[in-house]
């Protein structure tokens, strides 16, 4: 059975410093990896998607990567800011783009 | 209207009523999902439908009854549900499995 942890489960930081999450699995073969935003009381945004094949992913100030064989995915954020806080998610899905799996987030605050 | 929509956006019903919940997608995708988020919990992906056809159902109690009529609509029947089965029920949509999902902004059940 796949399991995702996130680590750390909650972090604050000062706006403009450099950050990571991690989010590790226990099952390597992974079809995808996802990363996600959420807000408080809103829907969930879509970040990133890395496929089993990929090391890495870009988009703007985030940067995530993935080391299948050691079960571990990052996800990089540049120079934060106050609109990154929010709870961040990582999902994996199985071999054949089925089951998909959450970690419990990591809830991100970033201070004025 | 863009993007994806969900209605209601509340729904308090009793455990032996039935209802609907209803996404709508303007994207132009081809694969739809429907999530569960429960307090304290990991989210659960429930249903997927690519093309229209239901590619994956992750052990979802028959009290669920997803349908997808076309590719811009899906609903998710719900009957004689429980009090455990109150949560966050979020509907998305992507264009192919490997693509990021769009999220629609949830609907909020209480079963009572």
């Known amino acids: 059975k796949q399991e995702v942890t996130q680590i750390p489960a909650a972090l604050s930081v000062p706006e403009g410093e450099n950050l990571v999450l991690n989010c590790s699995f226990t099952d390597s073969a992974i079809y995808n990896l996802q990363w996600f935003r959420q807000d408080p009381g809103k829907g969930l945004t879509s970040l990133l998607l890395?496929?089993?094949?990929?090391r890495e992913q870009t988009s703007g100030r985030l940067n995530a990567s993935l080391d299948k064989s050691s079960g571990r995915s990052t996800l990089y954020i540049a120079a934060s800011q106050p609109g990154d806080s929010a709870t961040y998610l990582c999902?994996?899905?199985?071999?054949?783009?089925?089951?998909?799996?959450f970690g419990d987030g990591t809830t991100l605050t970033v201070k004025p | 209207e863009t993007g994806v929509t969900q209605t209601p956006r509340h729904l308090v019903m009793g455990m032996t009523n039935k209802k609907s919940l209803k996404c709508e997608q303007h994207?132009?995708?081809?694969?739809m999902y429907w999530y569960k988020q429960s307090a304290k919990k990991p989210l659960e992906l429930m249903f997927v439908?690519?093309?229209?056809?239901?590619?994956e159902n992750n052990s979802v109690p028959s009290r669920f009854s997803p349908e997808c009529p076309n590719s811009s609509h899906l609903f998710l029947h719900l009957h004689t549900l429980q009090p455990e089965d109150s949560a966050l029920y979020l509907c998305?949509?992507?264009?192919?499995?490997?693509?990021?999902?769009?999220f629609g902004q949830g609907t909020r059940l209480t079963v009572v």
């Open positions: 998305a949509s992507s264009q192919g499995r490997d693509r990021l999902p769009f």
């Open positions: 999902a994996v899905s199985d071999t054949n783009a089925g089951k998909s799996t």
């Open positions: 439908y690519s093309l229209e056809e239901r590619v």
């Open positions: 994207l132009g995708h081809n694969a």
């Open positions: 890395i496929q089993s094949s990929q």
